[in-house]
């Protein structure tokens, strides 16, 4: 009897080891171990003076405004004037072109011109400073001020920096008679905070007509977060390679309104209330293989607990989904969201309104589409008898995603981490828009990406009230700048 136990409970010992390893191995298949990245000498730039370029931009207040009317063209001229000024050898050696009103194009031909070009994208607009908050501002939202070490300001993240010091990474190139091999493109945008369609859509048109196919884009996107994944210590670079698209549904219930006092059992607003709640209680449903690449970019850096999980779906997808949706950012990366942003409906407190609507807002993930969910929610809604209609002038598919095996890529990832030391690299969906996706059809390394350690409560400030970067944190996106040029700018990129 008691033979026949022990060989049971070796049996369970034996079944529960390999289930142990088998974790244990697809864990490590998973993500394997992160190789060493040779090192490299930085190159060796002027901080102060390159902080002195970022803050002469932001005293040019080149506000956006969606009444184009209203925009401030004098401020772009001054913009302009600023740059040239500052950076005269780049004025000097690239090609520029004033497009479509203050749109700007530099071409940097490269030594091989038949080369696919590499792209870099920035937008000279900022959004205004909220006036209710202006007394926040430690100082004032134009000033440009360098206090201390930082240089405070309106656009000092978003993104005159990333503007200014791709523009300053070529003006030290040059003045170290660089040649790249591959031409290198600039675009700066004059209307990315108001869509982008009188900026980068139309540069990214000119572009297209030309026949240009580039090796690889970068735009503004993701940072080095520490602290904003959850269970993720390490700092982790978070390049967007893809974007999420956009769709606004106006859901309306029309039917017989009347008096309240003689109310029907089920009023317009009642049904418009059950709808939205249907809507929000089945959210369109999630994928859990979208987040997948961002913890295998994190490698080693990840927690075991979550590269485990990951790596053996099969056992740990429930537990995992839990882990995922308990935060609505990590929830947003996996699905496509589903928003109420709007509602509208009655006009006296006597009165059933015949006629009453809301706007629900979805934010597409990849693999969904505008029409998968008119779709989908008209299924959810078909009982219900609400009008469905499309809201708001511009919807977008989520746009494609980048690969992360490329040689870009690889170029890439290298760069942040010769540049910024012991960071992770991973993939992210963008949950907002950006202006990198009109070059969904002119590369298929589109990149979205600010190269900067973004420290706590600096990503609140971007549209918010004490703007600000610090002069070590600029210093740093120049030299990573003049190290991508160079990487990606060669004509070979087999190492
Ligand atoms: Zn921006």
């Known amino acids: 009897m008691l033979d026949t136990l022990l060989i049971v409970l070796a049996g369970v010992l034996v079944v529960f080891g390999l289930l142990i390893l088998l974790l244990?191995?697809?864990?490590?298949?998973?993500?394997?171990?992160?190789?060493?990245?040779?090192?490299?000498?930085?190159?060796?730039?002027?901080?102060?003076?390159?902080?002195?370029?970022?803050?002469?931009?932001?005293?040019?207040?080149?506000?956006?405004?969606?009444?184009?009317?209203?925009?401030?063209?004098?401020?772009?001229?001054?913009?302009?004037?600023?740059?040239?000024?500052?950076?005269?050898?780049?004025?000097?050696?690239?090609?520029?072109?004033v497009y479509e009103g203050h749109n700007l194009i530099y071409h940097w031909e490269g030594s091989e011109p038949e080369m696919a070009p590499i792209l870099f994208m920035a937008h000279q607009d900022v959004v205004p400073a909220d006036p209710s908050s202006l007394d926040r501002w430690t100082h004032p939202p134009f000033s440009g001020a360098i206090?201390?070490?930082?240089?405070?300001?309106?656009g000092t993240l978003d993104c005159k920096s990333q503007l200014v010091g791709v523009m300053e990474a070529v003006e030290n190139l040059l003045q170290?008679?660089?040649?790249?091999?591959?031409?290198?493109?600039?675009?700066?945008?004059?209307?990315?905070?108001?869509?982008?369609?009188?900026?980068?859509?139309?540069?990214?048109?000119?572009?297209?007509?030309?026949?240009?196919?580039?090796?690889?884009?970068?735009?503004?996107?993701?940072?080095?977060?520490?602290?904003?994944i959850p269970g993720v210590a390490a700092p982790v670079a978070l390049v967007g390679n893809c974007e999420k698209g956009y769709l606004s549904l106006q859901i309306k219930a029309v039917g017989s309104g009347g008096h309240s006092s003689m109310p029907p059992k089920v009023t317009q607003i009642g049904r418009l209330a059950r709808?939205?709640?249907?809507?929000?209680?089945?959210?369109?449903p999630a994928e859990m293989e979208r987040i997948i690449p961002m913890f295998k970019g994190m490698g080693d850096k990840a927690p075991f607990l979550y590269r485990?999980?990951?790596?053996?779906?099969?056992?740990?997808?429930?537990?995992?989904?839990?882990?995922?949706?308990?935060?609505?950012?990590?929830?947003?990366?996996?699905?496509?969201?589903?928003?109420?942003?709007?509602?509208n409906g009655g006009v006296k407190d006597n009165v059933l309104p015949s006629e009453v609507s809301a706007v629900v807002n979805f934010r597409l993930a990849s693999g969904d589409s505008i029409a998968s969910v008119?779709?989908?929610?008209?299924?959810?809604?078909?009982?219900?008898?609400?009008?469905?209609?499309?809201?708001?002038?511009?919807?977008?598919?989520?746009?494609?995603?980048?690969?992360?095996?490329?040689?870009?890529?690889?170029?890439?990832?290298?760069?942040?981490?010769?540049?910024?030391?012991?960071?992770?690299?991973?993939?992210?969906?963008?949950?907002?828009a950006t202006d990198a996706r009109y070059y969904a059809g002119l590369s298929e390394n589109v990149y979205r990406f600010a190269p900067l350690h973004m420290q706590e409560g600096q990503m609140d400030s971007v549209h918010n009230f004490n703007e600000h970067i610090t002069v070590e944190q600029f210093a740093g996106m120049v030299q990573f700048f003049i190290h991508l040029i160079q990487s990606w700018s060669r004509a070979s990129w087999v190492d």
């Open 147 to 154: 206090v201390d070490g930082v240089v405070w300001g309106r």
């Open 275 to 284: 709808g939205i709640v249907r809507l929000e209680t089945n959210p369109v």
């Open 374 to 432: 008119i779709e989908y929610v008209k299924f959810l809604l078909r009982d219900l008898d609400l009008e469905v209609s499309v809201a708001g002038d511009h919807p977008g598919e989520a746009s494609p995603v980048s690969s992360m095996k490329s040689p870009a890529f690889h170029r890439l990832d290298t760069c942040i981490k010769q540049v910024f030391g012991d960071v992770a690299v991973a993939p992210f969906i963008m949950l907002g």
């Open 308 to 343: 485990m999980a990951f790596a053996n779906l099969w056992l740990f997808k429930g537990f995992l989904m839990k882990k995922i949706e308990a935060s609505p950012k990590m929830s947003a990366i996996i699905r496509t969201t589903t928003a109420p942003t709007i509602i």
């Open 176 to 228: 170290q008679d660089y040649q790249p091999e591959r031409t290198i493109i600039l675009a700066f945008g004059q209307d990315e905070e108001i869509g982008g369609l009188r900026g980068q859509k139309l540069m990214a048109e000119h572009f297209q007509q030309q026949g240009i196919q580039f090796a690889a884009v970068i735009d503004e996107g993701g940072a080095i977060l520490t602290g904003q």
């Open 24 to 97: 244990i191995l697809r864990t490590r298949a998973f993500s394997g171990k992160t190789p060493a990245i040779p090192q490299v000498e930085l190159p060796s730039i002027d901080a102060e003076r390159a902080a002195e370029h970022l803050a002469n931009t932001i005293r040019c207040e080149t506000l956006s405004n969606p009444d184009v009317a209203k925009i401030n063209l004098a401020a772009f001229d001054q913009l302009h004037q600023t740059l040239e000024t500052d950076f005269p050898l780049l004025h000097r050696h690239l090609r520029k072109e």
